[in-house]
Structure formats: structure tokens, C-alpha cells
């Protein structure tokens, strides 16, 4: 099996002497560049399974160097940042970030998330194989990783695919916040309720006809969420 090749941006030479160092000892291939503009050449010359991204860049900073990639790619996006309050975090994902590191973080912290946000973009035999997953105007095909919206294909990043997924095949049920992230995130992330609501709004503006008023994502307050096929309305939020 190829290694996972991995891209650390950031302009402190000494943090991408620790990140490439420490992780190619775990098998991973790991290049750097100095800066954004190093870093979008990079990934337009070769793929990339993962980006290490520092907020905090000489020309244009994290957030705009993530909202460049997801023009062009898909790829999984670690954002480093010193900040560690909720407005940065969502920003970060609004920019098309999937995690994030807070500076100074330790070496096992790295690598624990690195194999975790690697480890949720592949998808084991069993789930691809299967047919396709349908539920009232929402059709997921499992084997080419395609979702339909009322019979347009929406675009989804790896991890909105692995909520939605995860939601419509316990549709009808409640799945509280802790089992949603474990099984989505990973065992990992089951306090990051942050990452969770997030990604359910970012779900609901794709897929829901009015976003402000789900019909598919259904909110059980102090519980979860429910995905619920019915064509009736609702009022949760």
C-alpha cells in the first residue's frame, strides 16, 4: 500500500522540521512549503493526502490559502492556529478547513490526528459495494461516492458525505452528538460538538429546501439528530 503523502505549510522552519521529521518516522511521506503560494504550486504539481496548514502565513494567511485549494481539490485540510475559540474554529471550516491544531500542540496530539483525519477518507469495501442508499429526494451512491439532491448532483467534501451517509442509514433515529462523532470523526473527536453543529448546518444549506426550516435533519434538542424521509415539514431548527 503506497504511503499517504502529506503537505506541512507553514513559515517556521523549526514546525516543519517537527512535523516532517515526526511523521515520516510514522510512514508517511511528508513535503513542505514555506508559505501559501508554495503550497497551492505544490498541490497543482502532485496529490497530496493531507494539508497541514498554519493560520498565520507571509502573503496571504490560512484562511485564504484553504479557500484557494478547495477550488481544485477535496483534499483534507489541519489547520495550525493559536487561536482556540469557537468564531476561529468555524472560520476555519467556513474557509474548507476539516480540523484543526492549537499551537503548541505534542507530537502525539499530531499524530493522532493526522491518522485520524487519513483514516475517514477511505471507505472500506463493504460501504462502496452496497446499493445505493435512497431517501426521499436524496439519493447516495455508495460506490462512486455521488450524492443527488431532487436529481442534481451536489458536491460534498469527504467528510459531509461520511455525516450524511452515516445520518441517512440510521434514518428514523436518534443519534446523540457523542455516537454521531465517533462513528463520523472518529473515537477521538467525541467532545468536539463544535465540529458537529457545523457540519450540520453546512449539510442542511446543501440538501435542505429551506435550510432555516430542515425537513431532513431534524434537531432533538439536549439528544442529537434525526434524518427523517418524511414529507411532512418541520419546524426544528
Do not use: C
Not at 70 to 93: C, K, W, Y
Amino acid at each position: 500500500m503506497d504511503k499517504a503523502r502529506i503537505l506541512a505549510v507553514d513559515d517556521n522552519p523549526r514546525i516543519r522540521q517537527l512535523v516532517q521529521a515526526n511523521l515520516t518516522v510514522e510512514g508517511y511521506e511528508v513535503g513542505t512549503a514555506r508559505d501559501g503560494e508554495e503550497a497551492l504550486a505544490e498541490l497543482e504539481r502532485r496529490p497530496y493526502d493531507l494539508v497541514i496548514l498554519d493560520l498565520v502565513l507571509p502573503k496571504m494567511d490560512g484562511y485564504e490559502v484553504a479557500r484557494r485549494i478547495r477550488e481544485f481539490s477535496p483534499v483534507p485540510i489541519v489547520m495550525l492556529t493559536a487561536r482556540n475559540n469557537e468564531a476561529d474554529i468555524v472560520r476555519g471550516f467556513d474557509a474548507g478547513a476539516d480540523d484543526y491544531l492549537t499551537k503548541p500542540f505534542s507530537v502525539n496530539e499530531l499524530v493522532v490526528r493526522v491518522r485520524a483525519v487519513i483514516r475517514r477518507t477511505k471507505f472500506p469495501d463493504e460501504i462502496v459495494s452496497r446499493q445505493p442508499l435512497v431517501a426521499g429526494e436524496i439519493t447516495i451512491d455508495l460506490a462512486q461516492h455521488r450524492v443527488r439532491v431532487r436529481g442534481q448532483e451536489v458536491p460534498l467534501t469527504p467528510l459531509e458525505y461520511r455525516l450524511l451517509t452515516y445520518l441517512v442509514s440510521n434514518q428514523g433515529r436518534v443519534m446523540l452528538h457523542e455516537d454521531i462523532l465517533r462513528h463520523v470523526w472518529g473515537p477521538e473527536y467525541r467532545e468536539e460538538s463544535e465540529y458537529l453543529r457545523v457540519y450540520v448546518r453546512y449539510l442542511r444549506q446543501k440538501i435542505e429546501r429551506d435550510p432555516s426550516s430542515p425537513k431532513y435533519i431534524i434537531t432533538k434538542p439536549g439528544a442529537g439528530y434525526m434524518f427523517q424521509a418524511a414529507d411532512e415539514p418541520t419546524n426544528q431548527a
